[in-house]
């Protein structure tokens, strides 16, 4: 790993604590805010890639362990990932993971409809689908009243940060390509 693949992962761990910046809206039925940090997972995969992508968001996920209050609302330690509502912070990894993996596959064709579809694929099926399943177990509800309590609420914001994320992914692509392949060479 270069020096320009640790700075790219620790730029965008960075990214992920100053989109909780934003002000929450809070949920009074289920006490779960709304944030910008949703967007994270489409963002480090679709631009850094599935590896860097992935090991951004595992440093942010370390950095909220040891207590630093990053996420939404000010939000750190080990009780933010640990309760019913944790398995979005996992699933989050996930979504990095796999938005990436599938931003790659077009990475030569990526327009914004591939870029949309890859960030709601990652950022929202596969970060919904941990994280429903983390509430659901958690809190002994069936699987689909824990989507209904969980994350239906969630979703019309969280298609409108895939359209954000998809635009952006596309933008900083074509200006700044960060996805590499394996030899090192940046792909057009």
């Known amino acids: 790993m270069e020096t320009r693949d640790i700075?790219?992962?620790?730029l965008f761990a960075a990214l992920m604590a100053v989109l909780g910046l934003f002000p929450p809206l809070m949920l009074p039925a289920i006490g779960v805010p709304i944030t910008a940090q949703s967007m994270g997972p489409m963002l480090m995969?679709?631009?850094l890639g599935a590896r860097?992508?992935?090991l951004s968001m595992l440093l942010f996920i370390l950095l909220v362990a040891i207590g630093l209050p990053l996420l939404s609302g000010g939000r750190g330690g080990l009780g933010a990932l640990i309760g019913p509502w944790s398995g979005f912070i996992y699933g989050w990894l996930a979504g990095a993971?796999?938005?990436?993996?599938?931003?790659?596959?077009?990475y030569r064709r990526l327009n914004y409809p591939l870029a949309f579809v890859s960030s709601a694929v990652g950022g929202i099926l596969v970060v919904y689908g941990v994280g429903v399943t983390w509430y659901a177990v958690a809190?002994?509800?069936p699987i689909p009243a824990a989507f209904v309590t969980s994350a239906m609420v969630f979703l019309p914001g969280d298609i409108i940060k895939a359209g954000l994320a998809a635009a952006i992914i596309v933008t900083v692509?074509?200006?700044?390509?960060l996805i590499r392949n394996p030899h090192g060479a940046a792909r057009p």
């Not at 700075?7 to 620790?10: D, F, L, M």
């Open 7 to 10: 700075v790219q992962i620790a």
């Open 45 to 47: 995969g679709g631009i």
């Open 52 to 54: 860097k992508g992935g």
């Open 173 to 177: 692509r074509r200006a700044y390509p």
């Open 97 to 106: 993971v796999v938005t990436g993996i599938l931003t790659e596959r077009v």
């Open 139 to 141: 809190s002994g509800v």
